[in-house]
């Protein structure tokens, strides 16, 4: 193998096309930049081919680097692969996972067992990422990610894990301002936090699943409009108005009774869980069994997913 097709060089230029930044992919890497560029540069004059469109604002790769990406990604994922194919299993898992999920389910699900967890693969390093916005997987490098809600990304691969129940919320300061809505019609006299997706898209109202099991939505005024799921759930807690979020994420508000469940009879249709990740022939180990353990770690707050259900597409939801 010709020294510029060694493992770490297709490292740097796979982190490279991600970025489509030298200067992000070195940093990343804890490289000097100029060792980033001159690891691409070695590789190309070794295929002799040009892998990247470069300009003094942009990285972009060329047909021929598309493919080579393609291929080194499948490479680099089987070189992991062989490495830990004879690693005894009591030695656990190695390398580096780069992760994004949910702010409230890495830290109310995920952080409290994640000792345990990397107690058991010593070799293993975790970076955690946890934000409510669409990130791009591949351009940010991330090994996976977890998502709540509804799937746009058709070029990724989408792994189902359950269906999250959902529940509606206000807080006792606002119920005894405005009261108890006990049906449809009552919401009228009521405020709605609005959540505006961070797509760009806005709810515009209150979600319900009639005796039919058809999504319906009953608009709503409301005087805020929040993008990311803390504060959204601050804003109910402060009395701005009813909020409609995942039952496993409210349930320490329920209990101590900083919010209420009210209108159990108008439930919006559960959010769908899933994994999303690359197109790959082969993940990764440690990429698998972390998906599985936070699955398992999930599980009990989830719904099974089951295709043959009649009634609504939980694809059709909107995003958490």
Same mark, same amino acid.
């Given at each position: 193998?010709?020294? =510029?097709?060694? +493992?770490?060089?297709?490292?740097?230029?796979?982190?490279?096309?991600?970025?489509? /930044? !030298?200067?992000?992919?070195?940093?990343?890497?804890?490289?000097?930049?100029?060792?980033?560029?001159?690891?691409?540069?070695?590789?190309?004059? %070794?295929? $002799?081919?040009?892998? !990247?469109?470069?300009?003094?604002?942009?990285?972009?790769?060329?047909?021929?680097?598309?493919?080579?990406?393609?291929?080194?990604?499948?490479?680099?994922?089987?070189?992991?692969?062989?490495?830990?194919?004879?690693? #005894?299993?009591?030695?656990?898992?190695? $390398?580096?996972?780069?992760?994004?999920?949910?702010?409230?389910? =890495?830290?109310?699900?995920?952080?409290?067992?994640? +000792?345990? !967890?990397?107690? @058991?693969? +010593?070799?293993?390093?975790?970076?955690? /990422?946890?934000?409510?916005?669409?990130?791009?997987?591949?351009?940010?490098?991330?090994?996976?990610?977890?998502?709540? $809600?509804?799937?746009?990304? /058709?070029?990724? *691969?989408?792994?189902?894990?359950?269906?999250?129940?959902?529940?509606?919320? =206000?807080?006792?300061?606002?119920?005894?301002?405005?009261?108890?809505?006990?049906?449809?019609?009552?919401?009228?006299?009521?405020?709605?936090?609005?959540?505006?997706?961070? %797509?760009?898209?806005? $709810? *515009?109202?209150?979600?319900?699943?009639?005796?039919?099991?058809?999504?319906? *939505?009953? #608009?709503?005024?409301?005087?805020?409009? *929040?993008?990311?799921? &803390?504060?959204?759930?601050?804003?109910?807690?402060? &009395?701005?108005?009813?909020?409609?979020?995942?039952?496993?994420?409210?349930?320490?508000?329920?209990?101590?009774?900083?919010?209420? +469940?009210?209108?159990?009879?108008?439930?919006?249709?559960?959010?769908?869980?899933?994994?999303?990740?690359?197109?790959?022939?082969?993940?990764?180990?440690?990429?698998?069994? !972390?998906? @599985?353990?936070?699955?398992?770690?999930?599980?009990?707050?989830?719904?099974?997913?089951? =295709?043959?259900?009649?009634?609504?597409?939980?694809? @059709?939801?909107?995003?958490?």
């Amino acid at each position: 193998m010709s020294p =510029a097709l060694q +493992p770490d060089a297709l490292r740097v230029f796979v982190r490279v096309a991600e970025l489509a /930044s !030298f200067t992000q992919a070195a940093q990343s890497l804890g490289l000097p930049k100029a060792s980033a560029s001159a690891a691409v540069q070695r590789l190309e004059a %070794s295929l $002799g081919a040009r892998l !990247f469109h470069r300009t003094t604002r942009r990285v972009q790769l060329t047909a021929d680097g598309q493919a080579f990406y393609e291929r080194s990604r499948a490479v680099l994922a089987e070189l992991d692969d062989m490495q830990a194919l004879f690693q #005894p299993v009591a030695h656990g898992l190695r $390398g580096h996972l780069r992760v994004d999920m949910p702010t409230r389910i =890495a830290h109310e699900v995920v952080m409290p067992a994640l +000792p345990g !967890f990397l107690a @058991q693969h +010593p070799a293993l390093t975790l970076e955690l /990422s946890s934000t409510d916005r669409r990130v791009d997987l591949v351009r940010e490098g991330f090994d996976c990610v977890l998502r709540v $809600g509804r799937l746009s990304d /058709s070029s990724l *691969v989408a792994r189902p894990v359950g269906l999250a129940p959902m529940v509606n919320l =206000a807080s006792p300061a606002y119920l005894a301002r405005h009261g108890v809505p006990q049906t449809l019609a009552d919401l009228a006299q009521h405020q709605l936090v609005h959540y505006g997706a961070p %797509s760009g898209t806005r $709810g *515009v109202g209150f979600d319900w699943v009639d005796e039919h099991g058809q999504l319906q *939505v009953q #608009p709503m005024a409301g005087a805020l409009t *929040v993008s990311d799921a &803390g504060a959204y759930a601050a804003a109910c807690l402060a &009395g701005l108005g009813i909020i409609q979020v995942p039952r496993h994420g409210s349930e320490p508000e329920i209990a101590d009774g900083r919010l209420c +469940p009210i209108l159990p009879q108008l439930q919006a249709p559960p959010m769908p869980v899933h994994w999303l990740y690359p197109h790959r022939r082969q993940l990764p180990r440690r990429v698998q069994l !972390f998906m @599985q353990w936070v699955s398992e770690l999930l599980a009990p707050r989830l719904q099974a997913v089951d =295709a043959d259900r009649p009634g609504f597409d939980p694809a @059709q939801t909107r995003p958490s």
